[in-house]
C-alpha cells in the first residue's frame, strides 16, 4: 500500500528554521517526482515545492522561494523541505505528495500533513 | 488570489448532478491537463481525475472532468451525501513554473 509520512513539523518562532521529513514505502519512490503542498488554517491548498525523481531540478512558490530548499534521498526513500526565515505565514499543515511519471502533475499519494506554527 | 478562479460554492441535492468550474489562462489550462482533488472534512486530499478526465482507480464513475480552452470542469453525477467536500483544480503554469490550485469549491448537499 502507498503510504507517505511526515515529519519534523512543530512550533517555531518567527526567522528561525525547520525541517521537514516525509518517508516513503508501497511504491517506487524512485521514478516519481515529489512535492510540497501547504494548507493555511481554514484556506484551500498551496503549492510549495517540487523536485524531480533524480533530484536534477527543484521548482518552488514565489512565496517560499529563498528560504525553503527541497531535497530527496532515493537511498532512504525521503524528501525533505529545509524551511528558513520563517514568517507567521508560513503556518500551516504541510503534505508532501507524489507524482507518479507521465502523469502530468497528478498527486496520487499524500501523506497525512504535519503543522508548523510559527508564531513569536 | 488564485491564478486558477473556481467558484467558493456550490450545491445540490442527492441524485442530482452538479458541476464545479475551474478558469484559468493560456499559461495553464490552456496548454496543460487539469486534476481535481477532493477533500473531505478534516482530512487529506485526494486526487479523483487527472489528465482532464481519467479517474484514479476507486474513485467512483459519477466523477467526470472536462476541458476546453482556458476552463475546465468537474461533474458529478448521482451526488451522495459523501460527495460533500471542498474541491480543488490545479495545473501546471508555464509562465510561472510552478504547479497552481484553485482557491477551492465547498459542495454541499442539501
Known amino acids: 500500500q502507498e503510504q507517505l509520512v511526515e515529519s519534523g513539523g512543530g512550533v517555531a518562532h518567527p526567522g528561525t528554521s525547520l525541517t521537514l521529513s516525509c518517508g516513503a514505502s508501497?511504491?517506487?519512490?524512485?521514478?516519481?517526482?515529489m512535492h510540497w503542498v501547504r494548507q493555511a488554517p481554514g484556506k484551500g491548498l498551496e503549492w510549495v515545492a517540487f523536485?524531480?525523481?533524480?533530484?536534477?531540478?527543484?521548482y518552488y512558490a514565489d512565496s517560499v522561494k529563498g528560504r525553503f530548499t527541497i531535497s530527496r534521498d532515493n537511498s532512504k526513500n525521503t524528501v525533505y523541505l529545509q524551511m528558513s526565515s520563517l514568517r507567521a505565514e508560513d503556518t500551516g499543515v504541510y503534505y508532501c505528495a507524489g507524482d507518479p511519471p507521465s502523469s502530468g502533475y497528478a498527486l496520487d499519494v499524500w501523506g497525512q500533513g504535519t503543522t508548523v506554527n510559527v508564531s513569536s | 488570489q488564485s491564478v486558477l478562479t473556481q467558484p467558493p460554492s456550490a450545491s445540490g441535492t442527492p441524485g442530482q448532478r452538479v458541476t464545479i468550474s475551474c478558469f484559468g489562462s493560456g499559461s495553464n489550462i490552456g496548454r496543460e491537463t487539469v486534476n481535481w482533488y477532493q477533500q473531505l472534512p478534516g482530512t487529506t486530499p485526494k486526487l479523483v481525475i487527472f489528465g482532464h478526465n481519467q479517474r484514479p482507480s476507486g474513485v467512483p464513475a459519477r466523477f467526470s472532468g472536462s476541458k476546453s480552452g482556458t476552463s475546465a470542469s468537474l461533474a458529478i453525477s448521482g451526488l451522495q451525501s459523501e460527495d460533500e467536500a471542498d474541491y480543488f483544480c490545479?495545473?501546471?503554469?508555464?509562465?510561472?513554473?510552478?504547479?497552481?490550485f484553485g482557491g477551492g469549491t465547498k459542495l454541499t448537499v442539501l
Open positions: 523536485i524531480w525523481f533524480d533530484g536534477i531540478n527543484k
Open positions: 490545479s495545473t501546471w503554469d508555464v509562465n510561472l513554473n510552478a504547479v497552481i
Open positions: 508501497g511504491f517506487t519512490f524512485k521514478t516519481y517526482a
